[in-house]
Nanobody, 123 residues
Framework: QVQLVESGGGLVQAGGSLRLSCAAS????????MGWFRQAPGKERELVAA????????NYADSVKGRFTISRGDGKNTVYLQMNSLKPEDTAVYYC????????????????WGQGTQVTVSS
């Protein structure tokens, strides 16, 4: 059974940092692109960051460029999101996703989703 399990969310003050982790299991994800989405209450879900299968290419939403960094673990089955200089508007549920076809991240239709982890940034 394929699972994506996020961890690392929590409550942090504005200006602080958090590191989210996503552990993928149930199959190999070596050839999969992976990404982080977020959805705040009353807002549409958005793709925050994406990374290709070997970690050589990354993309970010304009709202997080320069503050967030996505990376993959050596085994390629783990993806991280380092979030610095957090702002109250970063408050959302963050979801990990994986897909064999990278364009599916942009279309918000990946092959696999995690269950989400809450990030709350207080002002």
């Amino acid at each position: 059974q394929v699972q994506l399990v996020e961890s690392g969310g929590g409550l942090v003050q504005a200006g602080g940092s958090l590191r989210l982790s996503c552990a993928a299991s149930g199959r190999t994800f070596v050839n999969f692109a992976m990404g982080w989405f977020r959805q705040a209450p009353g807002k549409e879900r958005e793709l925050v960051a994406a990374i290709n299968w070997d970690g050589g290419s990354t993309n970010y939403a304009d709202s997080v460029k320069g503050r967030f960094t996505i990376s993959r673990g050596d085994g390629k089955n783990t993806v991280y999101l380092q979030m610095n200089s957090l702002k109250p508007e970063d408050t959302a549920v963050y979801y990990c996703a994986a897909t064999i076809f990278p364009e599916r991240l942009r279309r918000q239709s990946p092959d696999y989703w995690g269950q989400g982890t809450q990030v709350t940034v207080s002002s």
